[in-house]
């Protein structure tokens, strides 16, 4: 069945850049998306990308997506402290607009 | 107001209690959805709901009952419910096959 794996953790210094990897098992997925859920909130959507892609820039954000290893990454780049959250990766699958998530990413920024 | 508002934001029940989450949203979609978010697993989608028919019951059991009386608005009635199913559960909207936006979630704990 449909399955999306990301790393549990990850602690940055603030200024660098973090690296969240990603990789899911459907590769009739036509969308993969990155979201964002901060503390006591709901999730966010932070950028998406199309299947036919390979990457796409979004002022910080960069989208990264191997369809042959079916691998997706999001950088961040200039990582501030208010970029510490959870990071959800989610692929499009079947119809009605089905996400199967992954279990997310922790991001930590530190000083 | 916001987008996506779902009450209550914490609820409490024992279980044999009865209870209901309410979910609304002020963007003019046309579809909503359910999904539980627990500490142990990734997201987990629940129930879709497009122009108001069920589309997707993700082996979700009877003691969850969804109703969504019209487009705007959807209900999770919860009952005998187990300690198990303690969890944030979080609603969306989207405008067909768009973006998902979601609430900030219900915080279920089950005694």
């Known amino acids: 069945g449909e399955d999306v794996e990301q790393s549990l953790f990850l602690s940055v210094r603030e200024g660098d850049s973090s690296v969240i990897n990603c990789t899911y098992t459907d590769s009739s997925s036509t969308y993969l998306y990155w979201y964002k859920q901060e503390p006591g909130a709901g999730l966010q959507l932070l950028t998406y990308i199309f299947s036919n892609m390979d990457m796409k820039q979004d002022q910080r954000l960069t989208v990264l997506l191997n369809k042959k290893d079916k691998h997706l990454s999001l950088r961040i780049a200039d990582t501030q402290t208010g970029d510490s959250a959870i990071y959800f990766c989610a692929e499009r699958s079947g119809g009605y607009n089905k996400l199967i998530f992954g279990a997310g990413t922790r991001l930590a920024v530190h000083p | 107001e916001t987008g996506v508002t779902q009450t209550p934001r914490h609820l409490v029940m024992g279980m044999t209690n009865k209870k209901s989450l309410k979910c609304e949203q002020h963007l003019g979609h046309n579809a909503m959805y359910w999904y539980k978010q627990s500490a142990k697993k990734p997201l987990e989608l629940m129930f879709v709901?497009?122009?108001?028919?069920?589309?997707e019951n993700n082996s979700v059991p009877s003691r969850f009952s969804p109703e969504c009386p019209n487009s705007s608005h959807l209900f999770l009635h919860l009952h005998t419910l187990q300690p198990e199913d303690s969890a944030l559960y979080l609603c969306?909207?989207?405008?067909?096959?768009?973006?998902?936006?979601f609430g900030e979630g219900s915080r279920l704990t089950v005694l």
């Open positions: 969306a909207s989207s405008q067909g096959a768009g973006e998902l936006f």
């Open positions: 709901y497009s122009l108001e028919e069920r589309v």
